[in-house]
C-alpha cells in the first residue's frame, strides 16, 4: 500500500519551545493530508486537515496559531506545535489519501505517529 | 452526519479463540467502514475495507468483516486468535465519494477496542 512517513517518531521538548514535525507520502503526491491527535487510550480526533498551497482547515475548538500547518509541496506537510506546552504532550498521527487508490472509499494512509512529550 | 460506537472498550480471548469486535454505524450517506489496527506506539494499519461491493469482507492477517445494513453493524471476527494480534482496533466510517460536501472523506473514528490474548 501506499506509505507516509512521519518524523520525528518521537520528541521530548521543553515548555515554551516549538516542536515541528513532519509528514511525507513517500510514493504518492498528497494534494490533503490529515492531522489526528490521539490522548492515551482514546481514538484519534482530527485537528485539521492540511491542502496543498492553500491554508489548512481546522476542526473547531483547535488553535490554529497553536498549531501551525504548512502543506507546500504534494508530498509534504508539516504540524509545528507552537510554545509548547505539558498539556500538549500527546500522539500526533498524519494521514494522507491516495487519490489513484482511496478516492472512491476514503480510506487513508497513516504514518507511524509522532509522540510528543513537553517537560 | 456519521458517528460510530464500537461497543467494547476491552476484549480478552485465549489463543485460538475466535474474535469478535464489534461496531455499530450511522450515516447519512452510503458508507465506506473501515476496521485498522493500532500496536502501541504505532501509526493506524488498514485491516479491511467495505465499498459498497461485498458485504463479506476479508482483510489481512485471518480478519473479515460483515456489513449489516439492516442491523447498521461491522463487526471484525477472526476465527482463531493469535497473540500478535493483541492491539488496539478501530473501527471508522467515512462519508465516502458519494457524500460531497465537508463529509466526504473524513473519517469518524469509534473510541476504539483494545484485544488482549491470553497465552
Known amino acids: 500500500g501506499a506509505v507516509v512517513s512521519q518524523h520525528p517518531s518521537w520528541v521530548i521538548c521543553k515548555s515554551g519551545t516549538s516542536v515541528k514535525i513532519e509528514c511525507r507520502s513517500l510514493?504518492?503526491?498528497?494534494?490533503?493530508m490529515f492531522w489526528y491527535r490521539q490522548f492515551p487510550k482514546q481514538s484519534l480526533m482530527l485537528m485539521a486537515t492540511?491542502?496543498?498551497?492553500?491554508?489548512?482547515?481546522?476542526e473547531q475548538g483547535v488553535e490554529k496559531d497553536k498549531f501551525l500547518i504548512n502543506h507546500a509541496s504534494l508530498t509534504l506537510s508539516t504540524l509545528t506545535v507552537t510554545s509548547a506546552h505539558p498539556e500538549d504532550s500527546s500522539f500526533y498521527i498524519c494521514?494522507?489519501?491516495?487519490?489513484?487508490?482511496?478516492?472512491?472509499?476514503?480510506?487513508?494512509?497513516f504514518g507511524e505517529g509522532s509522540r510528543l512529550t513537553v517537560l | 452526519a456519521q458517528s460510530v460506537t464500537q461497543l467494547d472498550s476491552h476484549v480478552s480471548v485465549s489463543e485460538g479463540t475466535p474474535v469478535l469486535l464489534r461496531c455499530n454505524y450511522s450515516?447519512?450517506?452510503?458508507?465506506?467502514l473501515f476496521w485498522y489496527v493500532q500496536h502501541p506506539n504505532k501509526g493506524l494499519q488498514l485491516l479491511l475495507k467495505y465499498t459498497s461491493a461485498a458485504t463479506l469482507v476479508k482483510g489481512i492477517n485471518g480478519f473479515e468483516a460483515e456489513f449489516k445494513k439492516s442491523e447498521t453493524s461491522f463487526h471484525l471476527t477472526k476465527p482463531s486468535a493469535h497473540m500478535s494480534d493483541a492491539a488496539e482496533y478501530f473501527c471508522v466510517v467515512s462519508g465516502g465519494a458519494n457524500a460531497g460536501g465537508t463529509s466526504y472523506g473524513k473519517l469518524t473514528f469509534g473510541q476504539g477496542t483494545i484485544l488482549t490474548v491470553h497465552p
Open positions: 492540511s491542502n496543498e498551497g492553500s491554508k489548512a482547515t481546522y
Open positions: 510514493d504518492f503526491q498528497a494534494t490533503t
Open positions: 450515516s447519512s450517506y452510503s458508507p465506506s
Open positions: 494521514s494522507a489519501r491516495d487519490y489513484r487508490r482511496g478516492r472512491n472509499t476514503g480510506e487513508l494512509f
